[in-house]
DNA sequence: GGTCGAAACGGACCCCGGTCCGTTTCTATT
DNA sequence: AATAGAAACGGACCGGGGTCCGTTTCGACC
């Protein structure tokens, strides 16, 4: 396959045995196929075990936990929605100017984070703490607001615009304080702006 | 006691048996005291209800959840710093210039959120949905930006500068970015300052 | 192809949150 | 004081996440 694997260089956190692999594989495909059945919280560990045939102890080696399977799934529309902000077309990904890419940044957020919200949720703090989410998303906003010329601490600045598109706000808005989206759409829009102001 | 209660008024939830008032004040101070020997995450609900001395179904009557049983524990705790912010002495209580209230009021919170990061985590999604704390805190602030002068969505700013006052927000910040403390506030007054200036 | 140590496997087991239902306790009413 | 029925009680029970350890499998090296 790939030569380069056949020496694994130092500092690689050494290779995979071939049917640890397999079993990954086989243990996200069966997450994913109960998933689509019933909903993420009625999906259990044993279920997942028994459906790609491996035994309980198996996915927690694999995964840690409940959560760390949740957030390897994340990772999967994860990784697609980056590519759709780094090389995807224009006002997301480059090609636009940048405070239409930071707006439209937002609301792609918002979208894709409601849509999986149940996974998210599921993932707790495995998903955030997740070196691929977190932190490619905090780059991007700083980068965008540095092509836009806002001084200041950046990397406040970015958490701190990226806290309201996180799902516990989300739905504290949607639910509890029943906004519409539209509200909330044009809600990031403003703060954008505000954040910019100065 | 007090009169009034004798005599239960439409709309009123129902009043309590003296047994189930009795129960819930012992298993409140038994979780209160367990939380201080071992820490919260350590604490068992069949240890709570062990040692208030009742059934474990009576427990789960009470608050429903362990979440709920944290999330009560909370409100007692939430209920103080309130009134530091209704009557306390200023610039978190009233008499302060509406800026230095808001400024107050985020250092204040940071540094209850981060005392209470545990029980807050342990309350779940229980701790948001009291009314007590979502709520009134989300009041104060947009009575605060009108004073201000903020004209704009006042709702959606509001809860967009509370996000980054919240547990998980706060401890990507200090713990994963390993910012420094006094960044975090900092940053906080610097954010109030970018909303306000339009 | 055979050998050996390391890594992966599997499923019995434990712990804890949450439920259920037969029993007990309270209180309104007479 | 007696009664009735609603509410609360308690603890056996269940299901699911997570662990442990004896067994099996892999693959590097000879």
Redesign the interface.
Known sequence: MDPVRLLPMAGEPAPERADAARNREALLRAAAELIEHCSVENVTMDAVAQRAGVGKGTVFRRFESREGLMAALLDHTETLWQRGVLSGPPPLGPGAPPLDRLRAFGHSRIDTVLTHAALIRAAG?EG??SYAA?SFI?MHVRYLLGELGVT??L???A??LL??L?I??LE??LG??R?PLT??R???D??V???L??
């Open positions: 703090r955030a703490r977190a905090s200041g601490d990397g406040y600045l958490t701190a806290a309201p996180e516990p706000i504290q808005q509890l304080e906004m509200q909330v044009h809600g990031w403003d703060l702006d505000r954040v102001s100065r």
